[in-house]
């Protein structure tokens, strides 16, 4: 157990991420004392404990450099006491690229970008370097969108064949849910009627279908959503159309071709690992041989812009098996490649598996193979002409490490950028999606009590399928309180 006592809760969100990063395992438990007398307490088993006196922080009136201060010294703390050191410091955001691309169009060079990113958070030299090549092509990307009155599209299709072992996104058993999938495209199309009415003046730059598996849907049902799509929204100004065809066990020549005769420029077919071993541990009911025959399905129907996503750190790989995985993927040559790092996600059947086992990890080691695995990604990629475009990073990552997207030059996911960099809003619907309006001006963060400003209003749509089916005129009165106004 490890006990954490914060004068102000500002700090809390900050120390807990940074203790998990290197505890993943423990239980930390938090509670804001505004009468202790230090800023901050932490005790933890054996004895250890970490502490800051208020008058350490007295002389720094910027409250975001006191966080800093704190966050930089119970980082030391931590990599002290466990021998570990993380390649992205004490970085707890999600979106890094986001902060070096605004350093930069501050005008700091880039050696300046990477003293601040060392000095402020602690980040490598090869993660900031990193960091900022993917920011100058996110930039170059950027540069083509309209972000005041262009938007985005987000259509979710919450089922899957079955759940990963280390999924906890929100998503429904197809076989269940069968009887009732024409309701939730009745009232998905209903959804996508009001957002086509409202966004008339707009200009509609990329739509995105994920989920769960969008391929879940029969051809007949992935008929009527694109053909309303086409019948319903304005293309002229659509740089991209991607669908996240995701796991093989859900694909058919069919559905293939469906969603070939639509303008649909951008496939996933997603292996996230090519060792068949492991994908029958995690619950992937299709093999190694069903990937490589969709994909060449995929080709010789037309498909040219076709992305694969593999996942370092799965249960039993190592590096030999990275290795092995991406022989096989350069054999295919896809036209991107986005690598995950495994994250030990709460929600998931893999996490609750490990935890009921009472099984300890030993995270240094593991931290180890993935810096090894995503190397090895980073290597095998830029080999075959696909540059690093996007990345973002998730908690609970063993090692603190990151996700990074691969592409040729003219492949890159536009939509991947623009859900991390926040500059154009993302419109979405269908259960448990998230819409992000990004504001013309400020306004009180919604739920902040120390008056944090912001530009980016999200809503949310309830994830329960049946809720959203009989409450989807509820979604779209809740859209209809932000959009556009």
Same mark, same amino acid.
């Given at each position: 157990?490890?006990?954490?006592?914060?004068?102000?809760?500002?700090?809390?969100?900050?120390?807990?991420?940074?203790?998990?990063?290197?505890?993943?395992?423990?239980?930390?438990?938090?509670?804001?004392?505004?009468?202790?007398?230090?800023?901050?307490?932490?005790?933890?088993?054996?004895?250890?404990?970490?502490?800051?006196?208020?008058?350490?922080?007295?002389?720094?009136?910027?409250?975001?450099?006191?966080?800093?201060?704190?966050?930089?010294?119970?980082?030391?703390?931590?990599?002290?006491?466990?021998?570990?050191?993380?390649?992205?410091?004490?970085?707890?955001?999600?979106?890094?690229?986001?902060?070096?691309?605004?350093?930069?169009?501050?005008?700091?060079?880039?050696?300046?970008?990477?003293?601040?990113?060392?000095?402020?958070?602690?980040?490598?030299?090869?993660?900031?370097?990193?960091?900022?090549?993917?920011?100058?092509?996110?930039?170059?990307?950027?540069?083509?969108?309209?972000?005041?009155?262009?938007?985005?599209?987000?259509?979710?299709?919450?089922?899957?064949?079955?759940?990963? %072992?280390?999924?906890?996104?929100?998503?429904?058993?197809?076989?269940?849910?069968?009887?009732?999938?024409?309701? #939730?495209?009745?009232?998905?199309?209903?959804?996508?009627?009001?957002?086509?009415?409202?966004?008339?003046?707009?200009?509609?730059?990329?739509?995105?279908?994920?989920?769960?598996?969008?391929?879940?849907?029969?051809?007949?049902?992935?008929?009527?959503?694109?053909?309303?799509?086409?019948?319903?929204?304005?293309?002229?100004?659509?740089?991209?159309?991607?669908?996240?065809?995701?796991?093989?066990?859900?694909?058919?020549?069919?559905?293939?071709?469906? +969603?070939?005769?639509?303008?649909?420029?951008?496939?996933?077919?997603?292996?996230?690992?090519?060792?068949?071993?492991?994908?029958?541990? +995690?619950?992937?009911?299709?093999?190694?041989?069903?990937?490589?025959?969709?994909?060449?399905?995929?080709?010789?129907?037309?498909?040219?812009?076709?992305?694969?996503?593999?996942?370092?750190?799965?249960?039993?790989?190592?590096?030999?098996?990275?290795?092995?995985?991406?022989?096989?993927?350069?054999?295919?040559?896809?036209?991107?490649?986005?690598?995950?790092?495994?994250?030990?996600?709460?929600?998931?059947?893999?996490?609750?598996?490990?935890?009921? %086992?009472?099984?300890?990890?030993?995270?240094?080691?593991?931290?180890?193979?993935?810096?090894?695995?995503?190397?090895?990604?980073?290597?095998?990629?830029?080999?075959?002409?696909?540059?690093?475009?996007?990345?973002?990073?998730?908690?609970?990552?063993?090692?603190?490490?990151?996700?990074?997207?691969?592409?040729?030059?003219?492949?890159?996911?536009? #939509?991947?950028?623009? +859900?991390?960099?926040?500059?154009?809003?993302?419109?979405?619907?269908?259960?448990?999606?998230?819409?992000?309006?990004?504001?013309?001006?400020? +306004?009180?963060?919604?739920?902040?009590?120390?008056?944090?400003?912001?530009?980016?209003?999200?809503?949310?749509?309830?994830?329960?399928?049946?809720?959203?089916?009989?409450?989807?005129?509820?979604?779209?009165?809740?859209?209809?309180?932000?959009?556009?106004?």
């Amino acid at each position: 157990m490890i006990r954490i006592q914060c004068k102000n809760e500002r700090f809390t969100y900050d120390m807990y991420h940074i203790v998990k990063s290197f505890y993943p395992d423990e239980e930390v438990s938090q509670s804001v004392e505004p009468g202790q007398e230090l800023l901050i307490y932490m005790e933890m088993d054996g004895g250890s404990c970490f502490f800051v006196r208020e008058e350490e922080t007295r002389l720094i009136t910027d409250k975001r450099e006191q966080k800093r201060y704190i966050n930089r010294k119970l980082y030391r703390f931590l990599s002290e006491k466990t021998g570990q050191k993380h390649a992205w410091g004490n970085m707890t955001g999600v979106r890094p690229t986001k902060m070096i691309m605004e350093k930069l169009e501050e005008g700091l060079s880039e050696e300046e970008t990477v003293r601040f990113m060392a000095d402020t958070y602690l980040v490598s030299e090869k993660k900031a370097r990193l960091g900022i090549e993917i920011a100058r092509r996110e930039q170059a990307q950027l540069s083509r969108l309209d972000c005041q009155k262009g938007y985005s599209l987000y259509i979710g299709i919450p089922f899957c064949p079955t759940t990963c %072992s280390y999924c906890s996104f929100t998503s429904y058993p197809a076989a269940k849910w069968e009887s009732r999938m024409d309701e #939730y495209v009745d009232a998905l199309l209903k959804e996508l009627d009001y957002v086509a009415r409202v966004s008339r003046d707009r200009r509609l730059n990329t739509i995105y279908m994920g989920g769960g598996t969008p391929t879940t849907l029969s051809a007949e049902r992935m008929e009527r959503v694109l053909d309303f799509v086409e019948r319903h929204f304005s293309l002229e100004y659509l740089q991209e159309f991607t669908i996240e065809a995701g796991r093989p066990d859900s694909i058919t020549k069919e559905k293939l071709r469906v +969603i070939r005769s639509h303008p649909v420029s951008r496939i996933s077919i997603n292996p996230q690992t090519m060792q068949q071993r492991t994908l029958d541990v +995690i619950g992937r009911r299709h093999t190694v041989e069903d990937i490589v025959r969709i994909y060449h399905l995929a080709r010789d129907l037309g498909f040219t812009n076709i992305n694969m996503d593999l996942i370092a750190g799965l249960p039993g790989e190592h590096p030999a098996d990275m290795a092995d995985t991406l022989a096989k993927i350069r054999e295919l040559a896809p036209d991107s490649l986005t690598v995950h790092a495994l994250a030990m996600k709460h929600g998931s059947r893999l996490t609750r598996e490990k935890k009921a %086992s009472g099984e300890k990890t030993d995270y240094g080691r593991m931290a180890r193979e993935l810096e090894e695995m995503t190397d090895m990604a980073y290597e095998s990629a830029v080999s075959q002409g696909l540059l690093p475009y996007y990345l973002y990073r998730q908690k609970n990552i063993a090692g603190n490490f990151e996700n990074v997207g691969y592409a040729k030059v003219d492949k890159a996911g536009i #939509y991947n950028i623009l +859900i991390m960099e926040e500059r154009q809003s993302i419109v979405a619907v269908g259960a448990g999606a998230s819409t992000k309006v990004v504001l013309p001006y400020e +306004i009180p963060a919604p739920g902040s009590r120390n008056g944090r400003m912001t530009n980016l209003i999200r809503i949310e749509n309830v994830k329960d399928v049946g809720e959203y089916i009989s409450r989807v005129s509820e979604m779209i009165e809740r859209k209809g309180e932000w959009l556009w106004r």
